[in-house]
């Protein structure tokens, strides 16, 4: 599972290259209003042009994106409004899911540890189920509870090149494990049976939140647009040209804004997990933020583990435990889940590509080597 920071991502993985999305600081396209008054020449209509439409934010202790296209009906300030309301609903999820302030229902649950029940709201409550039916499908390797080994690790502003010992892992391993939940679903309740056991939805939230604001996306009346949230990515529709949205999946040892492949994303999720972000080197060997917890140590099957699926919520609850699993044991459970797909890049380099993305993924070029 990969260890939450306030100002970096859960996942810390890419930022997908969005091959179609205009540059930072683009000029702002004519408001529809102006293209209208334009529209007639001597009694004859203009075709309308659809413009990009490019916000940028900060939420969830990552760059959020979002992109669109102008349309008969949606003007760039109609699609910004519609933008900062889904910002809104980011930001709101960050702040009752956050184990950062210590009046959040996560943070009473974890302060109740040993002790009693602490009632949860329904969605916070449907995350820790969520996060428990991920855990019993990947073979214990997505666990909530991995914040019970929070300080150990510093891969964050506290940045220490320091592993901890195995002593100091070992002191805490035992209180990891999601079995150590008890919900109680009529009452919304969850207990955490063990002192000392803590949990975080850091590995989870992020794509709920991505798929809430698609749902005001979707409801404010947009047809074509992706929404981002650091390494996580919902692309709805396709394009003006009929193309779908196209995403860059990161070189986990090249330059930070290279990728080796690129994937196609129409109506499709996408979340990637990879060791390159939040990490450092101690003697040949690499240190990160995803951490195995059956070992309390940062997994060391894979480089880098992108998964398209239908929702969010789906590829960012399973992304991690496929990089911990390794290529083999990762894409079986990919393969018996219905419309999901991944790419991997092993800790030998070699990429790995599951069957139902090989038709909308295409391979740049090999992966750059590298510790």
């Known amino acids: 599972m990969a260890l939450e920071s306030p100002s970096t991502s859960v996942v810390n993985s890419v930022c997908p290259t969005i091959a179609t999305a205009p540059a930072r600081g683009a000029p702002d396209a004519a408001p529809l209003a102006a293209i209208d008054a334009q529209a007639q020449r001597g009694g004859q209509p203009t075709a309308f042009k659809p413009e990009p439409v490019w916000v940028e934010a900060q939420a969830m202790g990552t760059h959020l994106a979002f992109a669109t296209y102008t349309t008969p009906s949606v003007d760039r300030a109609r699609a910004t409004a519609i933008f900062g309301r889904a910002t809104d609903e980011i930001r709101r999820i960050e702040a009752l899911m956050t184990t950062w302030r210590p009046d959040t229902e996560l943070s009473r649950l974890n302060a109740a540890a040993g002790k009693q029940a602490v009632k949860l709201s329904a969605e916070t409550f449907f995350l820790v189920e969520e996060s428990i039916r991920n855990g019993d499908l990947s073979g214990g390797t997505f666990d909530i509870t991995f914040e019970t080994l929070h300080g150990l690790w510093k891969f964050d502003e506290d940045l220490d090149p320091h592993p901890p010992t195995k002593e100091a892992v070992r002191a805490r391993l035992s209180g990891v494990s999601y079995k150590h939940l008890e919900l109680d679903r009529a009452a919304s309740t969850a207990r955490i049976k063990r002192a000392g056991t803590k949990v975080s939805l850091g590995g989870i939230a992020k794509g709920y939140a991505v798929d809430q604001a698609t749902k005001i996306l979707d409801e404010g009346g947009l047809r074509s647009f992706f929404v981002q949230a650091g390494g996580d990515l919902f692309a709805r529709g396709t394009k003006p040209d009929g193309t779908g949205w196209q995403a860059g999946v990161r070189d986990p ?12 994303l129409s109506d499709r999720a996408f979340s990637t997990a990879g060791d390159y972000a939040r990490s450092y080197v ?27 699926a239908r929702t969010a919520l789906q590829a960012d609850g399973i992304d991690d435990a496929v990089f911990i699993l390794g290529p083999k044991k990762g894409l079986e459970l990919v393969e018996s889940l219905d419309g999901v797909g991944a790419v991997i890049v092993d800790r030998d380099n070699k990429v790995w590509v599951s069957e139902r993305l090989k038709p909308v993924l295409t391979l740049v070029r090999q992966p750059t080597d590298g510790v």
């Open 253 to 264: 040892r090249g330059p930070e804004n290279s990728f080796f492949a690129v994937l196609s």
């Open 282 to 308: 101690v003697d040949g060997v690499r240190y990160h933020h995803i951490i195995d917890p059956r070992t309390g140590f940062p997994a060391t099957a894979s480089r880098s583990v992108t998964i398209w």
